[in-house]
């Protein structure tokens, strides 16, 4: 089987949410047959990302995708009546090779991941690829987080959140309409999004979860590289990519609301932010607030995650299943995730890790669990349990396997997807 596989982000090395999806998308799909990789980037990638992709893939074309203009574009595309994510991934160069490749090469499917990719399937039309099966994997419902983060917002943000959220959720019908087959993350954003498709799209469109996992051999507390490391005392940790809106929002609203009188009942009680990018407010923080330290860009996250009393993710907008849940819990540490960071993990139990709401709830589960050693190891347990049951990658990429390779052929993209619609771009 040939596969074309198109995703907007380079897919290695897997060290945030879309690339770990993508990257084990991206090993079983070299698994089936020749497999054939289109990605933007934007910041050159090593030369070991380089080589471990041209091992996988019979063929690689990645464009940068022009980062120091790409608010301009996402006006522009704002402008234009179209989604700002759309502008933002807007390459003309890589839709350029993307069309040489669709019109040279003929491939039995094509993948595309995430809804911004989707824009550049209108190179298929009049291609030996147009009857080719496309497989959609929105992994969350965007539309629904702009909406969210508008209901959080005031002002012109508000106003601009709303448009972003509607005009997603005009894409992702249209996408229904015209793919072979949709999956996300969790059953939860399949439900979401059979809510709003309407009939017409629900009556051919074949749409179906495919969870995220967790690689169990790397993120195990009891890797001999991590044999000398230990729990650090009244240490909370927080791994995540401190540049994307939800999580820096999340760990904002956890130093604001509940850091400062949980240290004063625990004066010696630490706050790790660990993560790529860090924007200036958490820098900010780290340089003005005691007890909160700053780790960037580091090359492995595990050492953090296993000194850590508590793992925290404090998310106040999320959308689908969270990896570093996920990471920690298979980390063997005790967790506290919000009831939004928590709700696309169906497979578990409240023995499982905590889920607080308020600043209150959080406060006194935190207390609880800082005096408590016991208790702690109790989450540890039961949570790295819960990953071996039911969050093991080779399950979920069994199943995509089985999606992938099941979609009837000559099922392709309709031929109503017309480039004139799709306003230019200069990079």
Same mark, same amino acid.
């Given at each position: 089987?040939?596969?074309?596989?198109?995703?907007?982000?380079?897919?290695?090395?897997?060290?945030?949410?879309?690339?770990?999806?993508?990257?084990?998308?991206?090993?079983?799909?070299?698994?089936?047959?020749?497999?054939?990789?289109?990605?933007?980037?934007?910041?050159?990638?090593?030369? =070991?990302?380089?080589?471990?992709?041209?091992?996988?893939?019979?063929?690689?074309?990645?464009?940068?995708?022009?980062?120091?203009?790409?608010?301009?574009?996402?006006?522009?595309?704002?402008?234009?009546?179209?989604?700002?994510?759309?502008?933002?991934?807007?390459?003309?160069?890589?839709?350029?090779?993307?069309?040489?490749?669709?019109? =040279?090469?003929?491939?039995?499917?094509?993948?595309?991941?995430?809804?911004?990719?989707?824009?550049?399937?209108?190179?298929?039309?009049?291609?030996?690829? =147009?009857?080719? #099966?496309?497989?959609?994997?929105?992994?969350?419902?965007?539309?629904?987080?702009?909406?969210?983060?508008?209901?959080?917002?005031?002002?012109?943000?508000?106003?601009?959140?709303?448009?972003?959220?509607?005009?997603?959720?005009?894409?992702?019908?249209? &996408?229904?309409?015209?793919?072979?087959?949709?999956?996300?993350?969790?059953?939860?954003?399949?439900?979401?999004?059979?809510?709003?498709?309407?009939?017409?799209?629900?009556?051919?469109?074949?749409?179906?979860?495919? #969870?995220?996992?967790?690689?169990?051999?790397?993120?195990?507390?009891?890797?001999?590289?991590?044999?000398? &490391?230990? =729990?650090?005392?009244?240490?909370?940790?927080?791994?995540?990519?401190?540049?994307?809106?939800?999580?820096?929002?999340?760990?904002?609203?956890?130093?604001?609301?509940?850091?400062?009188?949980?240290?004063?009942?625990?004066?010696?009680?630490?706050?790790?932010?660990?993560?790529?990018?860090?924007? #200036?407010?958490?820098?900010?923080?780290?340089?003005? &607030?005691?007890? &909160?330290?700053?780790?960037?860009?580091?090359?492995?996250?595990?050492?953090?995650?296993?000194?850590?009393?508590?793992?925290?993710?404090?998310?106040?907008?999320?959308?689908?299943?969270?990896?570093?849940?996920?990471?920690?819990?298979?980390?063997?540490?005790?967790?506290?995730?919000?009831?939004?960071?928590?709700?696309?993990?169906?497979?578990?139990?409240?023995?499982?890790?905590?889920?607080?709401?308020?600043?209150?709830?959080?406060?006194?589960?935190?207390?609880?669990?800082?005096?408590?050693?016991?208790?702690?190891?109790?989450?540890?347990?039961?949570?790295?349990?819960?990953?071996?049951?039911?969050?093991?990658?080779?399950?979920?990429?069994?199943?995509?396997?089985?999606?992938?390779?099941?979609?009837?052929?000559?099922?392709?993209?309709?031929?109503?997807?017309?480039?004139?619609?799709?306003?230019?771009?200069?990079?």
């Amino acid at each position: 089987m040939d596969i074309l596989f198109i995703t907007h982000r380079f897919p290695h090395p897997p060290n945030r949410g879309d690339s770990i999806r993508s990257f084990h998308f991206l090993e079983r799909f070299s698994r089936m047959g020749n497999l054939h990789l289109a990605t933007l980037y934007d910041e050159e990638p090593s030369v =070991e990302s380089h080589r471990v992709l041209n091992e996988l893939c019979a063929g690689v074309l990645a464009c940068r995708w022009g980062q120091h203009r790409k608010w301009i574009k996402a006006g522009m595309a704002l402008l234009s009546g179209r989604t700002m994510t759309e502008g933002l991934f807007f390459n003309r160069k890589f839709r350029a090779g993307l069309k040489k490749l669709v019109s =040279e090469k003929k491939f039995d499917r094509i993948v595309v991941f995430c809804s911004s990719m989707f824009q550049y399937l209108d190179v298929l039309t009049g291609t030996i690829n =147009e009857k080719t #099966p496309v497989i959609v994997d929105l992994v969350d419902v965007d539309s629904q987080k702009w909406f969210d983060y508008s209901s959080q917002s005031r002002g012109w943000k508000k106003y601009v959140f709303q448009i972003e959220g509607k005009r997603l959720r005009r894409l992702e019908r249209w &996408i229904g309409a015209e793919c072979s087959a949709l999956l996300a993350v969790t059953p939860e954003e399949i439900a979401l999004y059979r809510d709003f498709a309407g009939e017409e799209v629900l009556s051919r469109l074949h749409s179906a979860a495919v #969870p995220n996992g967790v690689d169990t051999k790397y993120f195990d507390p009891q890797a001999p590289e991590l044999s000398e &490391i230990s =729990e650090f005392p009244e240490r909370l940790v927080f791994v995540g990519a401190l540049d994307y809106r939800a999580n820096v929002e999340g760990v904002e609203w956890f130093v604001r609301n509940v850091f400062p009188e949980l240290r004063r009942d625990f004066p010696n009680c630490e706050f790790d932010i660990v993560g790529s990018r860090p924007v #200036p407010l958490l820098k900010h923080f780290s340089e003005t &607030i005691p007890g &909160i330290n700053l780790a960037a860009s580091v090359p492995d996250v595990r050492p953090y995650l296993k000194r850590a009393s508590v793992v925290i993710v404090p998310l106040q907008v999320a959308r689908g299943l969270q990896n570093k849940v996920l990471e920690a819990c298979a980390m063997a540490r005790p967790v506290i995730a919000s009831d939004c960071a928590a709700e696309g993990i169906q497979n578990r139990t409240a023995e499982d890790f905590l889920v607080c709401r308020t600043a209150t709830e959080w406060k006194s589960a935190l207390s609880f669990l800082l005096q408590n050693p016991e208790v702690r190891e109790k989450y540890a347990g039961n949570g790295r349990k819960m990953i071996e049951k039911y969050y093991a990658w080779a399950a979920q990429l069994d199943r995509l396997e089985s999606l992938v390779r099941d979609i009837p052929e000559g099922n392709g993209i309709s031929n109503t997807h017309s480039n004139s619609n799709q306003p230019q771009f200069n990079d």
